[in-house]
Nanobody, 123 residues
Framework: VQLVESGGGLVQAGGSLRLSCAAS?????MGWFRQAPGKEREFVAA????????YYADSVKGRFTISRDNAKNTVYLQMNSLKPEDTGGYYC????????????????????WGQGTQVTVSS
């Protein structure tokens, strides 16, 4: 299974970007993580297979929205009101397990990872 992210780029503070992650097969829980230079990878957002439940890090609540289109095996991250501290590599992750608890904020929950897409927010 491959995950391919797209949509990153350079944007001014206050701007918006929409990231996409296309999976080569059906995945269940999916999430976005990010990693800034010199920092650990951190959870950003996650969505269950049905799309009915979404989860966000406190730092992005109210600004980012995660969604998915299962017909296209694609998950999206709409990022609004971007801040310089949102800068980093953004990684899509997928859980191949349909049942059981979804530990959405734990990197160990996910079975597959994309290569990442860079987001840079200038002040």
């Amino acid at each position: 299974v491959q995950l391919v992210e797209s949509g990153g780029g350079l944007v001014q503070a206050g701007g918006s970007l929409r990231l996409s992650c296309a999976a080569s097969g059906r995945m269940y829980g999916m999430g976005w993580f990010r990693q800034a230079p010199g920092k650990e990878r951190e959870f950003v957002a996650a969505v269950t297979w049905s799309g009915a439940d979404t989860y966000y890090a406190d730092s992005v609540k109210g600004r980012f929205t995660i969604s998915r289109d299962n017909a296209k095996n694609t998950v999206y991250l709409q990022m609004n009101s971007l801040k310089p501290e949102d800068t980093g590599g953004y990684y899509c992750a997928a859980d191949k397990t349909r049942y059981g608890p979804f530990h959405y904020s734990s990197p160990g929950e996910y079975d597959y990872w994309g290569q990442g897409t860079q987001v840079t927010v200038s002040s």
